[in-house]
């Protein structure tokens, strides 16, 4: 601080730092206050702040140093801004694991753990990974119950316990199960209710989600709907929506990787990947490897349907490999009319137990890529508190026009009523239905049934 003018006398003046974006609360600096005490031959005196070193990566922030009570003299400036500039980048690697405890920079798991501090690379939380993680960086979860609905606004890897493991075939560790932290269905006239959100306003990201288990019930949540005897909470378990999933299209742009993961109890989806409101067509999207259950709703369960996996607006990608038990509707997709950018949807190898249509392909016009579906297993659920509906099927091929193929090869059903069904196929092009086994079912042409 500088005095000016007249320097014969005496003077003094009192001081006070004051919170701006740095904050003493959050430990970024330490509060000071006291006088400056001028003799009649100074004309400058310090003020010292210390700013405490953490780990947690943070924009620069700032504090205001305040002036006031003086004596012998006037303040001609009572305010001096502090900047505390970011000197920590977000770490590529972040660990999270809800037993993590201690103060901001505290190692939570010692000299032979990977994580190095609290705030830096340790969270409790999956939400804070998330958010402390660089951009493409990896967020590793430890086994334990996790109740967040979680945002994923930037490229990024979540890893669970169970990463490399199929849950249909291997034998899986403690899990990192994933819960609602509300309810969030119809009950609540609610059509957003996710455990993981995928995508940003900002631009195109990559989401890979393996290795967890995301469970659609939360026993310390009320007044959810109950579905085969479970309280369900939560809408949906990975979501690309902006808000609503009965908006189409209406989706961050994301290309997501879904694999190894036990989806269960949900009102409406297991993973929906739907299309950005500019319609601009994308692919690689990839659902494979997953055990998805219990996801009836729609026909003699009511409500909206329930789907284990949804393509929805021009979003290309696979789903292999899963086994779908209880859900309304195993696979869907719906409404696409612009090209690929890569390949063509591929349905292959899922196992699917089904209350009302194993695979649903639907509304494929003008310019969209043929699809593939093949070696699928589909069955009539018979298990649960209601019956598959009386005019359940395992494959329909509905509304596909201009000249849009589809290849539908080695697929088996059994138990349901109709194992084929075509509905309002004026296409131009080749519809190809050979192979597999219909058992105790028909292939129906000319009607289509909900």
């Known amino acids: 601080?500088?005095?000016?003018?007249?320097?014969?006398?005496?003077?003094?003046?009192?001081?006070?730092?004051?919170?701006?974006?740095?904050?003493?609360?959050?430990?970024?600096?330490?509060?000071?206050?006291?006088?400056?005490?001028?003799?009649?031959?100074?004309?400058?005196?310090?003020?010292?702040?210390?700013?405490?070193?953490?780990?947690?990566?943070?924009?620069?922030?700032?504090?205001?140093?305040?002036?006031?009570?003086?004596?012998?003299?006037?303040?001609?400036?009572?305010?001096?801004?502090?900047?505390?500039?970011?000197?920590?980048?977000?770490?590529?690697?972040?660990?999270?694991?809800?037993?993590?405890?201690?103060?901001?920079?505290?190692?939570?798991?010692?000299?032979?753990?990977?994580?190095?501090?609290?705030?830096?690379?340790?969270?409790?939380?999956?939400?804070?990974?998330?958010?402390?993680?660089?951009?493409?960086?990896?967020?590793?979860?430890?086994?334990?119950?996790?109740?967040?609905?979680?945002?994923?606004?930037?490229?990024?890897?979540?890893?669970?316990?169970?990463?490399?493991?199929?849950?249909?075939?291997?034998?899986?560790?403690?899990?990192?199960?994933?819960?609602?932290?509300?309810?969030?269905?119809?009950?609540?006239?609610?059509?957003?209710?996710?455990?993981?959100?995928?995508?940003?306003g900002s631009g195109h990201i990559d989401v890979t989600v393996k290795g967890f288990t995301l469970d659609g019930n939360n026993p310390l949540l009320t007044n959810g709907r109950t579905l085969n005897g479970v309280q369900v909470h939560t809408g949906a378990g990975i979501i690309n929506s902006i808000g609503s999933f009965d908006t189409n299209p209406g989706a961050y742009d994301v290309k997501m990787i879904v694999q190894n993961n036990i989806i269960q109890n949900l009102e409406r989806y297991g993973v929906l990947a739907d299309g950005v409101p500019s319609t601009t067509p994308s692919a690689g999207t990839d659902v494979s490897f997953n055990k998805i259950d219990n996801l009836p709703s729609g026909n003699n369960f009511g409500g909206g349907r329930g789907r284990g996996v949804a393509f929805e607006e021009n979003v290309y990608g696979s789903c292999t490999f899963n086994v779908m038990t209880r859900v309304n509707v195993g696979w869907q997709d719906d409404n696409y009319y612009l090209a690929s950018p890569g390949a063509g949807t591929v349905v292959d190898n899922n196992q699917i137990h089904t209350y009302h249509r194993g695979i649903f392909h639907n509304l494929q016009y003008q310019s969209a890529t043929a699809a593939t579906i093949t070696n699928n297993q589909i069955f009539a659920e018979t298990t649960g508190d209601f019956p598959a509906s009386t005019t359940n099927f395992g494959v329909e091929l509905a509304t596909i026009q201009s000249a849009v193929g589809v290849t539908v090869t080695n697929n088996n059903s059994t138990g349901n009523v109709y194992g084929i069904l075509l509905w309002n196929v004026p296409t131009t092009s080749t519809i190809t239905v050979s192979g597999g086994t219909a058992y105790r079912e028909s292939v129906r042409c000319p009607r289509h049934f909900e």
């Open 1 to 200: 601080m500088t005095k000016t003018g007249a320097t014969a006398f005496s003077s003094s003046v009192q001081f006070q730092t004051v919170d701006g974006t740095a904050t003493v609360a959050d430990n970024d600096y330490a509060s000071n206050s006291g006088t400056l005490n001028f003799g009649p031959s100074d004309t400058t005196m310090q003020i010292t702040v210390q700013v405490n070193h953490d780990f947690k990566p943070e924009s620069d922030e700032a504090f205001t140093v305040n002036l006031f009570g003086a004596v012998g003299a006037t303040i001609s400036d009572a305010d001096g801004t502090g900047t505390i500039q970011n000197d920590d980048n977000q770490p590529n690697v972040v660990y999270v694991d809800k037993n993590f405890t201690g103060p901001i920079g505290s190692d939570p798991d010692g000299p032979t753990g990977p994580a190095t501090a609290i705030g830096y690379d340790a969270f409790a939380t999956i939400q804070e990974g998330v958010n402390g993680v660089a951009g493409n960086g990896t967020v590793n979860v430890a086994a334990g119950n996790y109740p967040e609905n979680v945002t994923v606004p930037k490229s990024l890897s979540l890893l669970g316990p169970n990463t490399s493991v199929d849950p249909n075939t291997g034998t899986r560790v403690a899990e990192a199960v994933v819960r609602p932290a509300v309810t969030e269905t119809s009950g609540q006239g609610s059509t957003s209710g996710t455990i993981f959100r995928l995508g940003t």
